[in-house]
Nanobody, 126 residues
């Protein structure tokens, strides 16, 4: 099991940037695909981005492609989400998650991610 703690959320104006961090504990961090999801008020939690266990492959939701960048630092057991050109519709609670499978190929399905952080709020004002 991987324990996850997100940070870096806040209030930003449209067009601004934020960098979210997700600190992971557990010796198996480096063997798991990591993902970011978000949930806006009244909406279902949705996939945002994922990064392979080796860090070489990334995948994004169409809504954030070209604006968000996911990365990981294995030495620091940390995953990042750099968010540029933020829009009001990006307002949500952002969650970090670890794929349940070791050395998996990756997924966009919530059901495949077994470890979750408590989330960090991102609010984008217009």
């Amino acid at each position: 099991q991987v324990q996850l703690v997100e940070s870096g959320g806040g209030l930003v104006q449209a067009g601004g940037s934020l960098r979210l961090s997700c600190a992971a504990s557990g010796r198996t961090f480096s063997s798991h695909v990591m993902g970011w999801f978000r949930q806006a008020p009244g909406k279902e939690r949705e996939f945002v981005a994922r990064i392979s266990w080796g860090g070489g492959r990334t995948y994004y939701a169409d809504s954030v492609k070209g604006r968000f960048t996911i990365s990981r630092d294995t030495a620091k057991n940390t995953v990042y989400l750099k968010m540029n050109s933020l829009k009001p519709e990006d307002t949500a609670v952002y969650y970090c998650a670890a794929d349940s499978r070791s050395y998996g190929l990756g997924s966009t399905s919530l059901a495949d991610f077994g470890s979750w952080g408590l989330g960090t709020q991102v609010t984008v004002s217009s």
